[in-house]
C-alpha cells in the first residue's frame, strides 16, 4: 500500500467511526459537524470565529476584496467557506482540497453554486500544484488523523505534519495558519482514550514552519482557541 493510499485509509477509517457514533435525530447542521469529526455544531463555527480573527488581525485580511484567494487543506464539506461567505461576507476566491472523495462531493452539492468556489478531490502531498499559490493558505483538520495507528502518534504523523507545513508555506504568498491539538492540554491517559487523534507540541510545530521557510517569514504565532481549556491552537506564519 502506498502511503497515499495508507493516508486514504486511514482518514476514512476516522471519519466512519465518527459518522455511525450520529444519532439520526440531529439536526442537520450538528450532523454535518460531527461528520468531519467536530465534536459539535456550535465547536464548529467557535473555531472557524477564532480561525477569522486571526486571519483578520494576525493577516489583515480583506473580506471584500474580490481578488484574495483562499486554499483550504482538508477541507471536508466546505463548511469553512460557508462560514467565511455568510459570516464575513468574504468575496474572495476560494478553493478547497480533501482527500476524501465522498466529502468532495458532498461539499460540492453544497457549497459550489458559486463559481468562485472550487473543489478538488485528491490528497494534498500528492497533487500536482504546478507553480500555484494563494494569498491565505488554511488547514484545519489535516493533522487531526494518527497516521501511525493503531500505535500511539509519533514518526509518520509528525512526518506528515512537516511535509503539509513546508507545502502551505510553498503555496503561501502572505500568510499559512495550521490548526491543530495541544497535547500539552491532555494527559496520557486521555490521548491513549482517543489514539486515532494525533497531538502536537506548539514548540514541534513552529519549528517545522521556521524549517520550512529557512527563518524568511516576517511573523510566526500561536494562539489558542478560547475555551475547552485551550486545547485547539492555530500556528500562523506570515510572508
Known amino acids: 500500500m502506498s502511503e497515499e493510499e495508507l493516508r486514504k485509509k486511514l482518514n476514512n477509517d476516522f471519519y ?45 485580511i480583506d473580506w471584500s476584496d474580490t481578488n484574495t484567494s483562499v486554499l483550504d487543506l482538508g477541507c471536508g464539506l466546505g463548511e469553512l467557506l460557508r462560514y467565511l461567505r455568510q459570516k464575513k461576507e468574504f468575496q474572495g476566491k476560494y478553493t478547497g482540497i480533501d482527500i476524501l472523495d465522498d466529502f468532495i462531493k458532498m461539499g460540492s452539492k453544497l457549497q459550489s453554486n458559486d463559481n468562485r468556489n472550487y473543489f478538488i478531490s485528491s490528497d494534498v502531498l500528492s497533487y500536482e500544484w504546478k507553480d500555484s499559490q494563494y494569498d ?7 493533522v487531526a488523523t494518527n497516521y501511525d495507528y493503531p500505535e500511539p502518534y509519533g514518526k509518520k504523523t509528525l512526518e506528515f505534519a512537516f511535509k503539509l507545513v513546508n507545502l502551505m508555506c510553498q503555496l ?29 507540541d506548539p514548540h514541534d510545530i513552529e519549528e517545522m ?7 524568511n517569514y516576517k511573523k510566526l504565532i500561536t494562539k489558542a482557541v478560547p475555551g475547552n481549556r485551550e486545547a485547539k491552537l492555530i500556528t500562523s506564519i506570515c510572508f
Not at 22 to 51: D, H, M, T
Not at 136 to 142: A, C, P
Not at 209 to 215: E, R, V, Y
Open 16 to 60: 466512519s467511526r465518527r459518522i455511525v457514533q450520529i444519532e439520526q435525530s440531529c439536526p442537520p447542521e450538528e450532523n454535518l459537524a460531527k461528520q468531519v469529526g467536530w465534536r459539535s455544531y456550535n465547536s464548529q463555527q467557535e473555531n472557524f470565529q477564532f480561525l477569522a480573527d486571526v486571519l483578520a488581525d494576525v493577516a489583515n
Open 136 to 142: 491565505f493558505v488554511l488547514s484545519i483538520g489535516s
Open 209 to 215: 514552519f521556521i524549517k520550512a521557510t529557512s527563518g
Open 172 to 200: 503561501s504568498r502572505k500568510y499559512a495558519g495550521l490548526h491543530y491539538i495541544n497535547e500539552k492540554k491532555y494527559s496520557p491517559e486521555e490521548i491513549i482514550a482517543n489514539r486515532d487523534f494525533a497531538f502536537y
